[in-house]
Each structure stands twice: as structure tokens, then as C-alpha cells.
């Protein structure tokens, strides 16, 4: 469960620490919370077979974090109001639980590819949201996008909240650079010891998988927990 894990897990790992902007925070020192949650949100196991929690609500930081601590997350629906979700079952990834297949460790060794940590965090949400609309589906979310509804679910009202976050250290990207181009990345939250993966994305082949490899070593050496790819 995301929600008891993030709970559970020590907060020096995953938010507090996993790509912490600005100078290192003293020891036992915890990322503060942004202000108090003016919306209550139902107990994650009365969600309904599509993992739906409830409407409404909005995207501020406070509600965000307060909504990842539980194993909520956002998925707007065009032409209704925002949607959360807390799917079961969901996908996880155990940090020691990361299968890299032959291919894509000759990968790692021969590509010559960097990764970084919080270097292009706009650019990596941008080719995120560029990705083609059934890409959100095709990571087991639930329920699917609705009829017709193209483009992505990575709206400009996401987009900003999001930015918001990493301005506040909730928010990582993940990005591999073939010398100066962006290859691919992905990004995510984190609370507590779990790191929650919003989205990825590639320009060469395997650049997501690289980029995916690359956090569970980084959370791992955090002392994370989790990683809840939803």
C-alpha cells in the first residue's frame, strides 16, 4: 500500500532527500509540509473497481502532498471535474525488485549516456505531456481515457502544479542526456521513503528504462522504500 508506506518510511529518504534543491539539509531535518490540506479525502479503500476516491477538491500543494501521503493521486478527465484515483490492485517497485534485462544493461554500458537529477524539470514534464494520449493507460491506470478525449492527460493546469512542487522539493525529474540532447526522463513525487512516478518518456530507445534503472539506485541509496508506479 503507497499510502501506509509513505507513512511508514522514513522521511530523510524520498522527499525529504531524493534530489533536494539548494544546500543539504541538516540531519533529521524533513521538508515542510505546504501549509494544511483544506480538503478531506475519503479513506482510499472505499474507492470503487476503477480505483475512484472521489471529485472535486483542486491542485494546490497542500492538497497534493496530503492526497500522496494516501496513496491519492489526480487524473483529470476533459469536460469534468477532477477526478482522484487509489487503484487495487497497483503497480509497485520494490526497491531491491527492478529486473534490468542483458539488453539494457549493454545498454548502460555502451550507450554513454548521463543521467541527472532536477537538472530539466520543465523539459521532461513538456515531453511528458507530448507523449500520445493512450500513453497514461498503457502504465495499468484506471479507468481508461474517456471517448475522444485526444490530446493529453498532462494539462496545463498539471503542468503548473507540478512545477509548483518541484519548486517546493516534492517534485524530481530523472533525465538522460546523449551529450547536450535530452533523451528522455521521467518525473514524480516524493513523500516519505515512496516515490510516486507520474510519467516517462523516450526520444532514443530504452531512455525511460535508463532513466527508471537510474531512481531505483538513487532512492535505494536515500533510503527509500518504494516505488509506486501506479
Known amino acids: 500500500d503507497p499510502g ?12 525529504a532527500r531524493l534530489g533536494r534543491r539548494g544546500p543539504e539539509p541538516e540531519a533529521g531535518e524533513a521538508l515542510a509540509i505546504p501549509g494544511p490540506s483544506r480538503w478531506r479525502f475519503p479513506d482510499p479503500a472505499t474507492a470503487g473497481e476503477d480505483g475512484l476516491v472521489g471529485i472535486g477538491a483542486d491542485l494546490e500543494p497542500a492538497t497534493l502532498v496530503d492526497a500522496y501521503r494516501r496513496g491519492i493521486f489526480p487524473w483529470p478527465h476533459p469536460g469534468a471535474p477532477l477526478p482522484w484515483f487509489s487503484p487495487d490492485p497497483r503497480g509497485v517497485i520494490p526497491l531491491d525488485g527492478l529486473v534490468v534485462s542483458r539488453s539494457l544493461r549493454a545498454r548502460l554500458r555502451r550507450s554513454g549516456w548521463e543521467t541527472t537529477l532536477d537538472r530539466a524539470f520543465a523539459a521532461v514534464l513538456a515531453g511528458c505531456a507530448d507523449r500520445p494520449p493512450e500513453s497514461r493507460a498503457s502504465r495499468g491506470r484506471k479507468p481508461g481515457p474517456p471517448e475522444g478525449g485526444g490530446g493529453t492527460w498532462i494539462t496545463p493546469p498539471m503542468q503548473a502544479a507540478y512545477r509548483r512542487l518541484h519548486d517546493l522539493g516534492y517534485a524530481h525529474s530523472l533525465e538522460v542526456w546523449d551529450g547536450a540532447e535530452l533523451v528522455g526522463g521521467l518525473y514524480g513525487v516524493g513523500v516519505g521513503g515512496v516515490f510516486t512516478g507520474e510519467s516517462m518518456f523516450h526520444l532514443a530507445t530504452d531512455a525511460s528504462k535508463v532513466a527508471l534503472a537510474d531512481l531505483v539506485a538513487r532512492l535505494a541509496e536515500a533510503g527509500g522504500c518504494l516505488i509506486d508506479v501506479q
Not at 501506509?4 to 522527499?15: F, K, L, V
Open 4 to 15: 501506509r508506506a509513505a507513512a511508514t518510511c522514513p522521511d530523510r529518504a524520498g522527499g
